[in-house]
């Protein structure tokens, strides 16, 4: 047997197997314009709590009627890594087995499929919902064939609303999911996202995107949370200048790396300014290439 010839055989192999796999994403996927920002229009009087130019705290009269808490709100988001279903037919049930353990009441996914070629077309939500008996709703951000790939959220509550905003986007495209849910008698806006990848390359469309996450979340009129895959660590430019929106509270400022790969923190948790951020923490744990980031909150603020 010639065993130069079939390492060199299966290096080619391999090699053509991930150009056709990038050659799918840039002629079947990628877009040159995706979306445009659209917030809903709203008087930002009835915003409860949020922070001026100089990042004071600013309170306005009407405020939600949200019951006392007697434990924290468990909040998880989690980029799951779909399509590492292909190679792992149990890879699903790792990622319920870790949202079971951590016991999260509100769980923003990213990266979820349904009946794509990727996902063995099996539909990732509906087996998450079964797996974890919450309850689900999928936020495509596009089409795969007879399937779709996008953003999800689990609750052990009841949504109420749930919205997808097309977000600016060159390249994959990329929304925004919004919803309203109904917790322990508590009304709350629920965001959910996953940003353009690339780093440097795609920062100008990741910035756009940042700044239309700002004007959602300034919409809202309930305590709201905004959570996901940014793809960008806290210092880049994008994300400081996006900070200074004063778009909610860092759920956790020293959590670590989220991504190991990357060895950056690029998965995020933001709270509206009524939140008390009890604890935040990444989660070693898991199938994805994305850890976990779970935060406990107590609203404070009344």
């Known amino acids: 047997m010639n065993f130069k010839r079939t390492r060199r055989e299966l290096i080619l192999g391999t090699a053509c197997i991930f150009l056709l796999a990038f ?3 840039v002629f079947a996927v990628y877009t040159v314009r995706s979306g445009e920002c ?7 009087n009835r915003r409860m709590l949020t ?5 004071t705290l600013v309170s306005f009269p009407e405020r939600a009627n949200f019951p006392p808490q007697t434990k924290p709100l468990v909040v998880m988001t989690y980029n799951i890594s779909g399509h590492s279903a292909l190679l792992h037919a149990d890879h699903i049930q790792k990622i319920a087995a870790v949202i079971n353990a951590a016991k999260p009441d509100i769980v923003g996914l990213q990266e ?3 009946n794509t070629w990727q996902s063995r077309y099996r539909d990732q939500l509906a087996e998450l919902e079964q797996l974890t008996g919450m309850n689900g709703y999928f936020c495509k951000t596009y089409v795969q064939g007879k399937g779709e790939f996008g953003n999800a959220l689990l609750t052990r ?3 109420t609303e ?10 994959e495209p990329r929304a925004l999911l919004e919803s309203v849910v109904q917790i322990d008698g508590a009304t709350l806006n629920i965001y959910v996202t996953h940003l353009t990848t690339w780093g440097k390359i795609n920062r100008t469309s990741r910035r756009e995107q940042l700044k239309c996450l700002g004007l959602h979340v300034a919409t809202s009129a309930l305590p709201y949370l905004l959570m996901g ?10 994300l400081k200048e996006f900070f200074a929106m004063h778009p909610g509270e860092l759920a956790g400022e020293d959590i670590g790396i989220t991504h190991p790969l ?7 948790i933001l709270a509206d300014y009524g939140w008390e951020v009890v604890s935040a923490k990444a989660i070693h744990a898991g199938p994805s290439d994305h850890y976990p980031v779970v935060a406990e909150l107590l609203w404070s603020r009344r």
Do not use: C, Q
């Not at 922070?51 to 990042?55: E, P, Q």
């Not at 895959?229 to 994008?238: H, R, V």
């Open 262 to 268: 990357m060895k950056e923190r690029i998965d995020y």
């Open 51 to 55: 922070r001026d130019d100089n990042g």
């Open 229 to 238: 895959d940014f793809n960008a660590p806290p210092n880049t430019p994008e």
């Open 23 to 25: 050659a799918y994403r």
């Open 162 to 171: 749930s919205v997808a905003h097309p977000l600016p986007s060159v390249g």
């Open 112 to 114: 979820v499929h349904r």
């Open 157 to 159: 509550g009841v949504m």
């Open 38 to 44: 659209k917030p809903k229009p709203v008087d930002p």
